[in-house]
């Protein structure tokens, strides 16, 4: 649980405004039996209505949520209990509309005595804190085809053509770990082209295999490669399906 730290990052927060020339609008300071923080995204910029709400630790699991304002603040009430804090917001993209979950500064337990100030952001990769599971990027459903070759001799390169925040993106070279992985984790969201080789474990000429997409039925065989877009599966969960196979 956290400790009572609630006039020391009065004296934090005074000290980063003076050092780095952020005004009071941009840092939101704590107050006494309320959580508080701002949520922003991937390039630190606010993020308006985003859904912010508070779990019980206990056995009651009573909660209470909020949204954020303008300026990406918020601040909800504590009862005398142990919580946790979570934020989500909604981006439409593609078509589809994304739950996206938000990444804590700090996933610790609380009450309100600690007051804490925990902010949010936007953050395209990595693994989730816990309690939650999984990773902030996508997952790939893994499935072999008509071959042989096993799924951890499998190399696949991500090519992002366009990401769910805006931004470019780079390649990402990517193998299961493991003959019986399913999923290749991690991604983050956005539409790709995928291309694949075998890399044989035993050494040997690497040669490009074939893909299809699961979803969309597209192959490489006339391209080269395969589109990928992530589908919303769950909340905070998102998933694409590829085939590998050989002619």
Known sequence: MMANRFFLHLA??????SGCGKTADDVLGPKQ???SGTVVDTKGQPIAGALVFIDETG????????HTDAKGHFRIKLENRVYRVYATFERKYGGRTYEIRLKPSNSDS?????SPVIDFQWVLSGKKPEPLVGYFGGYVGLYQGDTNIPKNEVEFTFTPTD?????VGNPLKIKANLVSTQYLEDIPLG???IRAVHKPAAG?????ILLRNRTTRQTSENTGFVNLEFEPESAGFYRGNIEYYEP
């Open 12 to 17: 934090l927060v005074g000290a980063l405004l």
């Open 33 to 35: 039996g309320y959580v």
């Open 59 to 66: 056995p009651y699991m009573s909660g209470a949520s909020t």
């Open 110 to 114: 609380f009450t309100a005595v600690d």
């Open 163 to 167: 990401l769910i925040d805006g931004s």
């Open 191 to 193: 539409k790709y082209n």
């Open 204 to 208: 040997g000429a690497v040669r490009t």
